[in-house]
Every structure is written in C-alpha cells, then in structure tokens.
C-alpha cells in the first residue's frame, strides 16, 4: 500500500488554473500508474486523467483534452495535474490514486488521498 495525500485545491474564477499535487509515501512510488479522479456532488466519480509508471504515456478524459496535463516526479514521489482554463464544470473533488496496472479501472486503484476541493465559479 501507498499512502497518498493531495494538495493544491481551492477556487478559482473560470479561465484560470489550478495546479494540484499528490505526495506519496510508502512503497516505491515509481512502481504504480497513478490517476487523478474527481467527484462532483450528485455525480459519479470519474477519471480524469493517468500516467504510467515511467511517464513516458498518459491518459485523459475528453472533457479535460488540451486543458489538463498530469505529470510524475519519481524521485519526488510526486504526481500532478496542471489545470488550465477551468470552467464550472470542472468544480468537484478531486482524488489521487495509485494502481498496479495500466491504465486501470477505477476499482484497480487501491489506494486514494483524502481529496482536494476545486471550485470554479464563472
């Protein structure tokens, strides 16, 4: 297991941008694919975006194409997701998770941070 805990949340107007960061401890970090999820209110939890365990491939949902960039420090044993030109919809809460296999479905992620909330107002 791999502890995860996110940073970087908080509100923004639309258009502007947010970076988010997800510190891992435990086992080594490089050895799992990582996600960024989120879950707005009255929704499903969705992937947002993932990044095998090298960097060298990714995975975005198509609502976050060209806006969103998600990228990993190994050595820091950090993941991120820069988000640029938010919009409303974007608002939700936003999770990081590690998994051992690529890309992963959501129940292939065993283990998540706490959250961190982004709300974007217009």
């Keep these: 297991q791999v502890q995860l805990a996110e940073s970087g949340g908080g509100m923004v107007q639309a258009g502007g941008s947010l970076r988010l960061s997800c510190a891992a401890s435990g086992r080594t970090f490089s050895s799992y694919v990582m996600g960024w999820f989120r879950q707005a209110p009255m929704k499903e939890r969705e992937a947002v975006a993932k990044i095998m365990r090298s960097g060298a491939g990714t995975f975005y949902a198509d609502s976050v194409k060209g806006r969103f960039t998600i990228s990993r420090d190994n050595a820091k044993n950090t993941v991120y997701l820069q988000m640029n030109n938010l919009k409303p919809e974007d608002t ?8 051992g296999s690529w890309p992963g479905r959501a129940a292939d992620f065993g283990s998540w941070g706490q959250g961190t909330q982004v709300t974007v107002s217009s």
Excluded: L
């Design 92 to 99: 939700a809460v936003y999770y990081c998770a590690a998994s």
